[in-house]
Nanobody, 126 residues
Framework: QVQLVESGGGLVQAGDSLRLSCAAS????????MAWFRQAPGKEREFVAG????????YYADAVQGRFAVSRDNAKNTVYLQMNSLKPEDTANYYC???????????????????WGQGTQVTVSS
């Protein structure tokens, strides 16, 4: 089993930055693909960004491309999401997820991720 714990959320103003962290414990493996998803009230959970374990390749949703950056520190079993130029529409609960298959393809489908954290709330005021 893998446990994921997110932190770093909060209330910020439009244009501000935040960095989310996701600490993994348990049967973690550096080959896992890690991803960030978000879910706003009344909306479906959506893919935000992902990072491969094999080569740290990344992939972003169009809505955050150029503003967000995902990274990982395998020595610390931690994944980060640096969020810059935040907008009110970025307001959501942000979740960390792990795909243990180690595929080279970063899937955006939530059901393909086996492990999930509890989420951290990000609120961006205008």
């Amino acid at each position: 089993q893998v446990q994921l714990v997110e932190s770093g959320g909060g209330l910020v103003q439009a244009g501000d930055s935040l960095r989310l962290s996701c600490a993994a414990s348990g049967s973690t493996d550096s080959t896992y693909t890690m991803a960030w998803f978000r879910q706003a009230p009344g909306k479906e959970r959506e893919f935000v960004a992902g990072i491969r374990g094999i080569d740290a390749g990344t992939y972003y949703a169009d809505a955050v491309q150029g503003r967000f950056a995902v990274s990982r520190d395998n020595a610390k079993n931690t994944v980060y999401l640096q969020m810059n130029s935040l907008k009110p529409e970025d307001t959501a609960n942000y979740y960390c997820a792990a795909d243990p298959t180690g595929d080279s393809f970063i899937t955006t489908a939530a059901h393909m991720y086996k492990y999930w954290g509890q989420g951290t709330q990000v609120t961006v005021s205008s």
